[in-house]
């Protein structure tokens, strides 16, 4: 049989050419507009909330936004959809099925994956206010069943469904429409096909320049909220998938060093002002003895860190006559020493464990392979050494993150979590993520109390879980009067807002009720206590520009010490400072003499440039804001402590020191980058 007889003629196979090309092209655009659409969605969405932003910065996140749609569409559509459709060429008229269906079902299968992104992003943005980050790897680490019942509780799940169903059913419509259509003339086919050979790759590059388009250029202005329209929900899981490869640990333990431009630890010691000439003489730097207190007790005290979910000074602040946001806490504050400059380490609960506990800037430690190591700079083993029963309690599951097997590795001789403070309280209240944090404290105060018995002094951890989506507090809790018009502007609906003060409330109570108990069982006079937040309540608020650099990482530090340990000391509560001050704070009333890694300072003596370091890469302090330690954003502070852009000019030598020179008691800020390995 002939090639005419069996209709595989030339002018069918230049049809199928013209049809492919044509779906290459129409799936790059749809994807493309798609995309577009959510992020206009997600501005009318939440752009009133988050405040004005200027039009020329939306118009630049547009434009740069479509430019990086471009290159997503045609990295995932360019190379797939051509060599399909090839193939079906090649396979003629009388293609299988399988062939002839392959290219559009490749497509619509694609596109799928786009929208179903573009709406996680969407609703990603709404909780995290912040596009895809590499937290979302944490699904599968957090509870995959806790998590997939929150999500179904707390979002519109089968309307979603729905709208993915439908927003698909209407794209496949357009993709099928383009088919009937007159073919091509031979000019303008040859001019098509040199076109997507020319310009598929250009489109994934996005620019003709050295480099292509990449994750620098997802800042187009100084405004976070205008920053954060600018990836689709594709090009922010890639980002964030990048980060967290790039999070891996390196097994060569110089790969750091050498990406910062030293040859050694003793090259980068010596650019931080650490005079060493030896690597023993340098590790003797970085471990100093912990030199004692001015005034010692008289036996070795109680040290208790409290882990405070979602703690926020912003929202502390607010605490009102009406709006009571401390409940038994508010005594407590009055004579207390509170820290309102207090910066979050990292965004994340584990983040701020791993960096509080093990003091550094370097992660994943405490899950994967790495969590069966134990660190030298744990700051457990030290107390360990000194004879001090070290304990870790939470209200959660100690298989979050695998903390109940990692911490005792790093010194922690103890591990207590939900199923042990509801053994020792048969039906205590439960929430999402363990029992609630009363009976938590409550068993915390039962075991000081036990141990103080005992002689035995306490190093004691906690992390509290109250705080925290979906916002519920005891059935039996009487909660005070709140007002939500007291709290400010907010960016969620009023009832949810409401829950989240009346769960900070509770926290806060809880937290008042311990120390209450500790100063009824006189244990108050043989404790060192420090609560703090791991990162500020997400969500309520917005901070969509860098000038909110304080209340954006601001959480509150509460120091809790015998009187007469301060022996008349003054201490200046309103200094920068964060969670890496506070075991160099507290060690010398508890382990004079151990060896303790020199992470900050001593927040109890002054301190020549009072500074904080939130998140291993913004230091903020008296003087202003450096926000980013790779590409810096200088912000000046004016008289009434508010930060604006400080370009040149006298303002920006102030801000300059902070980034350079020794660190007086540490091992320097630019060491502690996050990437530096």
């Known amino acids: 049989m002939t090639r005419a007889e069996s209709g595989d003629r030339p002018a069918d196979r230049w049809a199928l050419l013209d049809g492919q090309l044509g779906l290459l092209w129409r799936t790059i655009l749809l994807a ?14 939440l752009g009133t909330v988050v405040g004005g932003a200027p039009g020329v910065d939306l118009w630049r996140a547009f434009a740069m936004g479509s430019r990086f749609d471009l290159k997503v569409a045609a990295i995932l559509f360019g190379p797939l959809l051509f060599l399909l459709g090839m193939a ?34 969407h609703f990603y943005y709404g909780f995290f206010r912040s596009p895809i980050n590499p937290l979302i790897f944490g699904f599968s680490e957090d509870g995959t069943s ?43 086919r040859g001019a098509v096909v040199l076109a997507t050979l020319a310009a598929v790759p ?85 471990y100093p003895e912990v030199p004692p207190a001015p005034v010692r007790p008289a036996r070795p005290p109680h040290v208790v860190v409290a882990v405070m979910e979602s703690w926020s000074a912003d929202l502390l602040s607010r605490h009102a006559p009406g709006n009571d946001l401390l409940g038994r806490l508010a005594p407590h504050l009055a004579h207390g020493l509170l820290f309102r400059h207090f910066m979050q380490i990292d965004g994340g609960t584990d983040g701020t ?15 994967g392979q790495y969590g069966f190591r134990t660190y030298d700079t744990s700051v457990a083993l030290p107390f360990a050494k000194a004879g001090y029963r070290t304990v870790f309690v939470t209200s959660g599951t100690g298989g979050w993150r695998h903390f109940d097997r990692v911490l005792p590795r790093q010194g922690f001789e103890e591990f207590h979590d939900e199923h042990d403070v509801e053994a020792a309280f ?6 999402t993520w363990g029992v609630h944090d009363g009976p938590m404290f409550e068993y915390a105060e039962r075991l000081l109390r036990d141990a103080d018995r005992k002689g035995q ?75 703090f937040g791991d990162h500020n309540i997400r969500r309520l608020y917005e901070y969509p520009e860098s000038r909110e650099a304080d209340r954006r990482y601001g959480i509150p530090l509460l120091l809790h010490l015998p009187p007469a340990l301060l022996a008349g000391r003054t201490v200046d509560t309103g ?32 301190a020549e440039r009072p500074r904080a370091l939130a998140e291993f890469e913004q230091v903020l302090s008296a003087q202003g804001a450096v926000l980013g330690l790779e590409h810096p954003i200088f912000l000046g502070r004016a008289p009434d402590g508010s930060l604006s852009p400080c370009e040149a000019g006298p303002c920006r030598a102030p801000l300059e020191r902070l980034l350079g020179g020794p660190v007086e008691g540490s091992c320097g800020l630019a060491a502690e980058q996050r990437r530096s390995g």
């Open 353 to 367: 464990l791993e960096a509080l506990l093990l003091s550094t800037p370097i992660r994943p430690l405490t899950y």
């Open 457 to 531: 002094p306490v190093f004691l951890v906690i992390l509290t879980t109250s705080n925290h989506p979906p916002h519920q507090v005891p059935a039996s809790y009487a909660a005070r009067p709140l007002d939500l018009s007291a709290a400010g502007p907010v960016a969620v609906d009023p009832p949810l807002a409401l829950a989240m003060l009346r769960t900070t409330q509770y926290a806060c109570d809880a937290l008042g009720g311990f120390l209450d108990r500790l100063e009824a069982d006189g244990l108050a006079d043989r404790t060192l206590l420090a609560a």
């Open 88 to 121: 079906r060429v090649a396979a003629g008229p009388r293609a299988p099925a399988w062939v002839a269906a392959a290219p559009f079902a490749a497509a619509l299968a694609g596109l799928a994956v786009c929208d179903a992104l573009a709406f996680v992003n």
């Open 575 to 606: 200094r920068y400072a964060s969670p890496r001050d506070l075991f160099p704070t507290l060690a010398p009333f508890a382990i004079p003499g151990q060896r303790l890694f020199a992470s900050g300072h001593d927040l109890l003596s002054p």
């Open 146 to 188: 806790t998590v997939l019942s929150t999500v179904w509780r707390d979002y519109p799940v089968l309307r979603v469904a729905a709208g993915l169903a439908a927003l698909l059913w209407v794209q496949g419509r357009l993709l099928a429409a383009g088919r009937r259509r007159r073919p091509l003339g031979a000019a303008l």
């Open 32 to 45: 493309a507009l798609t995309l577009l659409a959510f992020r206009l969605a997600l501005l009318l969405h």
């Open 426 to 431: 048969p039906g205590s209240p439960r929430h």
């Open 202 to 286: 250009f489109l994934a590059r996005g620019r003709t320049g050295t480099f292509p388009l990449r994750d620098f250029d997802l800042v187009v202005s100084s405004h976070r909220f205008v920053n954060d329209l600018v990836p689709s929900g594709p090009e922010a899981l890639f980002v964030a998938w990048q980060q967290r490869n790039e999070g891996a640990i390196s097994g060569d333990v110089s790969a750091g060093l050498r990406r910062l431009g030293f040859g050694s630890p003793l090259e980068a010691a010596a650019a931080l002002g650490i005079r060493a000439s030896s690597e023993p003489e340098l590790l003797r730097a970085l």
